[in-house]
């Protein structure tokens, strides 16, 4: 029998606010442990929510970048569960009105495009972080209360490689809009995937098993393959899957169970009679649509319309934020956009991958490239001194101009020197010659080549092709 | 001795303006006094003498500088559900054993800021649950009037301390009753302010939706002096109201007329079982108000009936919540266990009283999946009737007469066995928290045991000005409120 696997995402992603979602802490990651608290999110007596604007605007911001409806009225509640990661031991989230529903990404899996599709988004609040220690457990509660949005997929992806590729687009586009940083390192993107396994041609979904809290894209999919092996070879042995919630072990690859469905928590769901619901008004929700950054399909459409680049530039330039904006910054200073896309594509990304960098810690800055292309617009040096500059500047720093002048790049258009290098390499290369001059035009590469190599690299090339041109053809 | 604990706020207020007397003097015939009595009445559960005493010279020097602060000098006493910096705070249970606020309640922070000064914590039931002050888990508070009798609940510590003389006000929290009822019970004014008036933050929750903070005073105008401090909007707090706050206080003129005033009286809160003397002093009342001049006319409030129930789902479901934080993690009492879980139930098992875990369990079950529509989500929308009950009965009156409770203060022990008894008690004081609106309780009579009875007034939204003119008016034209119990 052949079987079809249905995955849903539940992606948690941390939003970039100044200060957690329900109190004025400030949240500072790998600060000193519980140094950011305070009555409200330590859940001491009395001490009341109050929300963070700012977080509802990123949140609405998301779903407008996500095709959602914004809800115009949505409410609070709270979810009840007994754990020390949970200072009031209920969390406030939304249950039945969250702010954000339905919407859509389409993206590219393995060459063809496809459409998945959201149920919701809501906004909640974060857990603390518990660390267990010999004989004891400690809790931090820097990281309780900040905001966290919960962006829940529809069961519309069928393998791990829809999956990467529905959260490579979430991080992307979050990162684009400002939402939030998606740094996983800091668990600030987290997702918690539904995994269900049915014979094709079955109208009703397998049993749901879900699997917790993870970070790693690379251990989601790998999560998702073994489960997917695991629940098709529980049902050709004639069992049946367990509705449950299994946790990854990625040092085995393997998952394993935590919870099951008898055991289940029962929430106990109810209005948060401490909060007020939420009104967003239509006003408001054009507002914030007319303030919505540029995404990256938007981005790219502008690189080849409007800067002329090809798809193929476009597409890896905007591949990440950091060298999308890192390419804006340097067309400040320039008005060669392919040149500048040639060098950040080759040199900017070799290098970077080489020595293990980002972008942003390149010695090359945006001015340092428009420099140097500048320098080869002039004709002051040829595209191969560029690229020399660059990694030097690269690797140890340094001005284009003083070291293309330390280094003697400045190229030769001086016709007495071009003249002498073209004479030579016609009269010691007949057979090209020869050639040229019964109709390949091809063969004066060859004698290029030639000029190139006895100037060091420093002849301009238009001005050598030029010459051979006039002399073979004169 | 010049029985300064025995006046006013108001009177104070004169004679410290005048120099008659010193704040320092005030706390000393309020300490001289809790010495002397508190011992049988029990409202205290913790007092800071040389604090109460600094903060009173601080109030003299403050007042020789020129300041004229309405509450500057006089002492509140506070029940032990507010957070004042510093102080214990634990709610009248085990499980708060060690907890210091380490902030001060909006409210606190405004009595500060008109000078007064927070005396002792009072007694309560533990965590506000219950009308008697029998639940509190940390000492027994007796009603003045007659020891043997509770002094309702759950401001309990809070109305005997006032009623006793042992403090010139307090502060009391209302969930379903608690300062109308214990106000009635010790022969006190007390006021609900309308939910939003007040900020919650730094108040214990019971109950999120229905917690009020209010006044619990020897008059009227001292209700409104008190209450005028307390009111206004708190960004901290997502209920509280952006509203001005009129001057209670000054607004409050000596002409005892009721002239023009529409008063309401509805049937239904003339319940069956309720004591004959009670509704013969409410009946009473509402005759000295229409000599005053008032109309009276009938209201119906035909779902108040249902009150009971519905808050008693309400209430609990939040608390269940509410309580949850109480876990022995971060403060309070704990007792080890193997695993979080065990940790949990070792410290909530021994921390939490009988009516506390009784109310948790409810307010578990009411929420639980499967239960929800037909307990929490039906109560809710028995709640919007309520609450409409009362929008078209205003339209008829300016404010309404009815009974605080069924029946005076009773003899302790009486009710303890059988807390389905003890809740209907709140029959006549909870449709006011569900629906959201104000009300205020004062002294109309004595039963013929010696024991007070109230008289409640109930304001529409935000009408606390109303039913603070009607109070006054009445206590203006008689004796009840000058009797004073005999130590
Ligand atoms: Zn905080």
Request: net charge negative; hydrophobic share 35%; with cysteine.
């Amino acid at each position: 029998m052949k079987y079809e696997a249905t995955i849903g995402l539940e992606t948690h992603v941390m939003q970039k606010t100044n200060t957690k979602m329900f109190c004025s802490c400030k949240y500072e990651y790998g600060a000193e442990p519980n140094t950011h608290v305070c009555p409200t999110c330590l859940g001491y007596p009395g001490a009341l929510p109050v929300m963070n604007e700012k977080a509802i605007e990123l949140i609405c911001k998301a779903g407008l970048l996500l095709g959602c409806e914004i809800n115009p009225y949505s409410k609070w509640d709270r979810k009840n569960y007994f754990y020390p990661d949970m200072s009031k031991n209920y969390q406030i989230t939304q249950a039945d009105e969250p702010l954000c529903l339905g919407g859509q990404i389409t993206v590219e899996v393995e060459g063809e495009l496809k459409t998945f599709t959201l149920e919701r988004i809501h906004q909640e609040e974060n857990a603390a972080k518990n660390t267990h220690v010999a004989g004891a457990s400690l809790v931090d509660y820097n990281r309780a209360g900040t905001a966290l949005m919960e962006i829940v997929s529809n069961p519309c992806m069928s393998s791990a490689a829809d999956a990467l590729a529905y959260m490579t687009a979430i991080k992307q586009i979050m990162q684009y809009g400002g939402i939030s940083n998606c740094d996983q390192e800091k668990g600030q993107m987290r997702s918690d995937v539904n995994v269900s396994v049915r014979p094709v041609g079955q109208k009703e979904l397998g049993a749901k098993v879900e699997i917790k809290n993870m970070n790693s894209f690379a251990f989601i999919q790998d999560a998702i393959e073994y489960e997917i092996d695991r629940q098709i070879s529980v049902l050709e042995s004639g069992g049946t899957v367990v509705q449950e919630t299994r946790g990854y072990n990625p040092d085995r690859g393997e998952t394993f169970t935590q919870r099951t469905k008898e055991n289940a928590h029962d929430y106990r769901y109810f209005p948060e009679p401490d909060l007020m619901p939420v009104k967003v008004s239509k006003e408001q929700i054009e507002q914030w649509r007319s303030e919505l950054p540029e995404m990256p399909a938007q981005r790219r459409v502008r690189y080849v319309e409007e800067l002329g680049l090809p798809e193929y530039d476009a597409g890896v330039l905007t591949a990440s934020m950091d060298v999308s904006d890192w390419f804006e910054e340097t067309m400040k200073h320039t008005q060669n956009a392919k040149a500048v896309s040639n060098f950040i594509m080759g040199e900017m990304l070799r290098l970077l991958s080489e020595q293990g960098l980002t972008i942003s810690e390149s010695r090359v800055t945006p001015e340092k490239l428009a420099r140097i292309i500048e320098l080869i617009d002039a004709k002051t040096i040829n595209t191969g001194g560029g690229k020399q500059i660059f990694e030097t500047i690269f690797n140890e720093g340094g001005d284009p101009k003083e070291i293309m002048e330390a280094k003697g790049l400045a190229q030769v258009s001086d016709d007495s020197a071009l003249e002498g290098w073209a004479d030579e390499a016609i009269a010691n290369n007949p057979k090209p010659v020869e050639e040229y001059k019964a109709g390949n035009p091809a063969s004066i590469n060859f004698l290029m080549g030639q000029v190139m190599k006895a100037s060091r690299g420093k002849a301009n090339p238009g001005a050598v092709m030029q010459m051979l041109k006039q002399k073979l053809d004169g | 001795m010049a029985d300064l604990n025995k006046c006013t706020i108001a009177e104070l207020s004169e004679k410290l303006a005048s120099g008659e007397c010193t704040s320092v003097d005030i706390v000393n015939d309020v300490l001289a006094s809790i010495d002397a009595n508190d011992g049988k009445v029990g409202a205290y559960l913790t007092l800071d003498r040389e604090d109460a005493l600094a903060q009173a010279e601080a109030a003299d020097e403050k007042r020789v500088a020129g300041s004229t602060l309405p509450m500057l000098g006089i002492p509140v006493a506070i029940k032990d559900l507010l957070n004042v910096k510093g102080q214990p705070c634990t709610c009248s249970s085990k499980i708060l054993e060690g907890y210091i606020a380490p902030y001060d309640a909006t409210v606190i922070s405004k009595l500060r800021e008109a000078g007064a000064i927070m005396l002792g914590r009072v007694n309560m039931d533990e965590f506000a649950m219950g009308s008697s002050t029998e639940s509190s888990a940390l000492g027994k508070t007796s009603n003045p009037w007659n020891f043997d009798h509770v002094p309702g609940g759950s401001s309990g510590g809070s109305a005997a301390c006032v009623s006793a003389d042992e403090a010139i006000a307090s502060l009391g929290s209302d969930t379903g009753g608690s300062i109308r009822q214990p106000a009635a019970f010790c022969g006190c004014v007390g006021v609900k302010p309308t939910y939003g008036r007040v900020s919650r933050y730094g108040l214990t929750a019971f109950a999120s939706s229905l917690d009020q903070i209010g006044p619990i005073t020897k008059s009227v105008k001292d209700s409104a002096i008190l209450l005028e401090t307390l009111c206004g909007y708190d960004p901290m707090d997502s209920s509280s109201i952006d509203m001005d706050v009129p001057a209670f206080g000054k607004n409050l003129t000596d002409d005892a007329s009721l002239a023009g005033m529409k008063l309401g009286l509805p049937k239904e809160f003339f319940v069956e079982g309720m004591d004959p003397e009670v509704e013969k002093s409410v009946r009473d009342a509402v005759e000295h108000c229409k000599s005053l001049g008032a109309e009276i006319v009938d209201v119906s409030l035909p779902n108040a009936k249902y009150a009971i129930a519905v808050y008693y789902i309400i209430a609990t479901a939040e608390a269940s919540a509410n309580l949850a934080r109480f876990d022995g993690i971060r403060y309070g009492m704990r007792i080890d266990g193997k695993d979080p879980a065990d940790l949990y139930a070792k410290t909530r098992s021994a921390g939490f009283g009988q009516e506390v875990k009784r109310r948790i369990i409810l307010g578990t079950y009411v929420l639980s999946s499967g239960y929800y529509d037909a307990y929490y989500k039906k109560a809710q929308k028995v709640r919007t009737l309520v609450r409409n009950d009362f929008t078209e009965a205003f339209k008829q009156c300016d404010a309404i007469l009815a009974p605080v409770t069924p029946t005076p203060a009773y003899k302790k022990g009486e009710k303890t066995d059988d807390p389905l008894k003890m809740y209907l008690d709140d029959i006549l004081t909870t449709p006011t928290n569900l629906a959201g609106n104000c009300a205020l309780s004062l002294p109309c009579g004595f039963a013929s045991n010696g024991m007070p009875i109230g008289l409640q007034i109930i304001g529409d939204d935000f009408q606390e000005e109303t039913i603070l003119k009607v109070g006054h008016a009445y206590e203006q034209s008689t004796e009840w409120h000058k009797a004073r119990p005999s130590l």
